[in-house]
């Protein structure tokens, strides 16, 4: 019922910035931020997925030790829009990107319930 759509991944150079939008809309009733605990989750080549921010859904962000400083989360509520902000991108930060939601709690920490089909991030030394 949840549909998550991923865009802005893209090549870049080591050091630059990408941001990563996803866009949540549902199929028989109107999709509401506030209803949900929303993430990022990554998967590199040869790794396990890995968690990279998430936001409740009262709008308290979290993120992993690995990007902290590096990544910002933020939503548009009006749009139903989930953002990552990512700086300093270096070629350990090369992995497919998810974006992922779940009703009100995140049982398991970062939302699992419904996934969108990711965005590649790529960076060049």
């Known amino acids: 019922q949840v549909q998550l759509v991923e865009s802005g991944g893209g090549s870049v150079q080591a050091g630059g910035s990408l941001r990563l939008s996803c866009k949540a809309s549902?199929?028989?009733?109107?999709?509401?931020?506030?209803?949900?605990?929303m993430g990022w989750i990554r998967q590199a080549p040869g790794k396990e997925r890995e968690g990279v921010a998430m936001?409740?859904?009262?709008?308290?962000?979290k993120y992993a030790d690995s990007v902290k400083g590096r990544v910002t989360i933020s939503r548009d509520e009006s749009s139903n829009s989930l953002y990552l902000q990512m700086t300093s991108l270096e070629p350990e930060d090369i992995a497919m990107y998810y974006c992922?939601?779940?009703?009100?709690?995140?049982?398991?920490?970062?939302?699992?319930?419904?996934w969108g089909q990711g965005t590649r991030v790529t960076v060049s030394p």
């Open positions: 992922a939601a779940e009703w009100n709690h995140c049982s398991a920490g970062y939302p699992s319930r419904y």
């Open positions: 549902a199929s028989t009733f109107i999709f509401k931020m506030d209803n949900y605990c």
């Open positions: 936001i409740t859904s009262i709008g308290t962000p």
